[in-house]
């Protein structure tokens, strides 16, 4: 539910913003919702009982966002805009 309110709000993003969105400002707002998604996780893991708290594996609950090229640079990548050619 959470991937589709996200995927609603960059629809949006893009059709207010139109083409001049840069790359870089997709992945920091990548970035930032998806840490809002993992502060969201670790208050509602706060909320269950301490015996389901400890059998909960941190490190599997923390989503981590990679961004893959097959370019050297990621730079080259984020500094152009959203419907440009690399």
Request: glycine residues 6%.
């Amino acid at each position: 539910m959470a991937g589709l309110r996200t995927l609603e709000y960059y629809i949006r993003y893009l059709g207010s913003n139109g083409p001049n969105i840069s790359r870089r400002n997709i992945w920091e707002n990548v970035l930032k919702v998806v840490e809002e998604h993992n502060h969201t996780r670790h208050r509602r893991d706060l909320c269950k009982p301490p015996e389901v708290q400890a059998n909960l594996i941190r490190a599997n609950r923390v989503q981590r966002p990679i961004l893959l090229t097959s370019m050297d640079s990621p730079d080259y990548v984020l500094n152009g805009h959203v419907f440009e050619g690399i």
